[in-house]
């Protein structure tokens, strides 16, 4: 039997929901070599060949996609795996591709002194959108788009999905809105997926980490350490009710890393928290619905989609696809959820931490020093000190330009 129904890396991951927590390989890892798991111990099973074997079995430094080759080199999904131009597959043969820094005609050499990405077993990626690996096919996608640049974001990778100004990678299936005349593709790209493959096949490592650390610095989550996809699912792992509807990999997708208590989620940017999920809502609407207008969400999502669901909402209409409310205390921002639990409880602890984290909402939130005072024209955004907002051209709230400056008072 063939488990050709796992062959999508996101119905592979789905399998996993029971994973142990222990184990010597991440379920990333296991995915990305084919292996869907089977619900007992750490057995595991290629969805094409049906080779199967405890994953502990596998001594490191010899990784999943090492083993498959070594013990099904048959496999045509070993032989047939379609990954990113960045790299090519002579890897399978040679079984020492974390040991060393990879050399090939096809990609950047990297070394052990890059500051902060290296290529690993997890780096290998399947093309997300393989229709538009061409990039013809993907300039040809934008029709009817006035404000789109097709020639230079089909060069960077992105195809027009015809939903207002979003556009995605055909590589790493980012989604990228809210683009102006001053955005500039490829820098958008490292921004917002830099361990996209074909991303560093093209600008190379160094340009990929010059922007990342650009973009940190304006960039503000509330919980830096879920700021990647892999990170905030990890949260998931084992842990997640497998009668909730919402998957593990749509949260994360929309931004939320689990929380460990009950069914509550938050935003790893805006710390905003979701609880009591009922079928059919859809968490994108969801974080648009009560977290609108933060960063990620606009770039994600785009002002439109987000201008939409507030409609609805006011109009007293549930967003498509939705069907009740989110729960009682309906997606408050952390603080208020942390006062409501303070009233109730009244632990003094609790409320002198709920006194400090909102002393720390007044600081400016870039060098997290000095209080806010300088409102941003013409966003209206008042989120830093003065000397922050002297170094910035754009609002590190909305990533809009900023026009002028203006110092504010508290009374």
């Known amino acids: ?16 929901i029971n994973w142990p927590v222990h184990s010597r390989f991440s379920r990333n890892q296991l995915v990305q070599a084919g292996f869907t798991y089977t619900g007992t111990e750490h057995i595991v099973r290629c969805f094409t060949c049906d080779y199967t074997a405890s994953a502990n ?17 048959e496999c045509s999904f070993v032989l047939g795996i379609k990954m990113c131009p960045t790299f090519n597959t002579s890897w399978i043969n040679k079984y020492s ?33 393989p229709q538009f690996e061409n990039v013809m096919s993907r300039i040809q996608s934008y029709t009817n788009v006035s404000k789109q640049r097709p020639k230079l974001l089909a060069e960077a990778g992105y195809f027009y999905t015809g939903e207002a100004d979003i556009v995605r990678c055909f590589c790493c299936g980012i989604g990228l809105a809210e683009w102006n005349h001053q955005d500039e593709p ?53 842990v997640w009710r497998t009668d909730i509807e919402q998957t593990p990999e749509i949260l994360v997708d929309a931004g939320f890393f689990y929380t460990g208590e009950e069914d509550v989620v938050r935003c790893h940017y805006c710390d905003g928290g979701l609880r009591h999920w009922d079928p059919g809502e859809i968490p994108w609407e969801e974080h648009a619905r009560w977290f609108p207008f933060w960063i990620f969400l606009i770039k994600m999502k785009g002002r439109e989609y987000i201008e939409d669901i507030k409609r609805k909402t006011e109009e007293g209409q549930r967003p498509e696809s939705t069907v009740s409310t989110v729960s009682q205390l309906p997606c408050l921002p952390a603080h208020r959820i942390y006062l409501k639990e303070v009233e109730e409880e009244k632990d003094l602890q609790k409320i002198k931490e709920t006194n400090r984290q909102l002393k720390e909402k007044m600081k400016c939130i870039r060098c997290r020093t000095n209080d806010i005072c300088m409102l941003f024209v013409n966003c209206g955004h008042r989120k830093t000190c003065e ?25």
Not at 57 to 73: T, V
Not at 395 to 407: E, M, S
């Open 387 to 411: 000397e922050c907002a002297d170094l910035m051209d754009f609002c590190p709230f909305c990533d809009t330009r900023i026009k002028k400056r203006l110092k504010t008072f508290l009374s």
């Open 186 to 238: 490829w820098v958008q790209h490292a921004k917002h997926s830099f361990k996209c493959s074909f991303l560093i096949r093209e600008k190379g490592v160094d340009y990929v980490n010059d922007q990342q650390t650009r973009w940190k610095k304006i960039y503000n989550p509330k919980h830096p350490a879920l700021e990647d996809k892999d990170s905030r699912l990890k949260t998931f792992a084992g």
């Open 1 to 16: 039997m063939r488990l050709l129904q796992y062959s999508s890396p996101l119905e592979r991951q789905a399998s996993y």
């Open 57 to 73: 079995s596998w001594i490191p430094p010899e990784n999943p996609s090492e083993a498959h080759a070594r013990c099904s080199p």
């Open 97 to 129: 591709f974390t040991d060393s820094p990879i050399h090939t005609d096809s990609i950047v050499p990297v070394t052990d002194t890059s500051p902060t990405y290296r290529f690993t077993d997890e780096s290998l990626q399947r093309l997300q959108y």
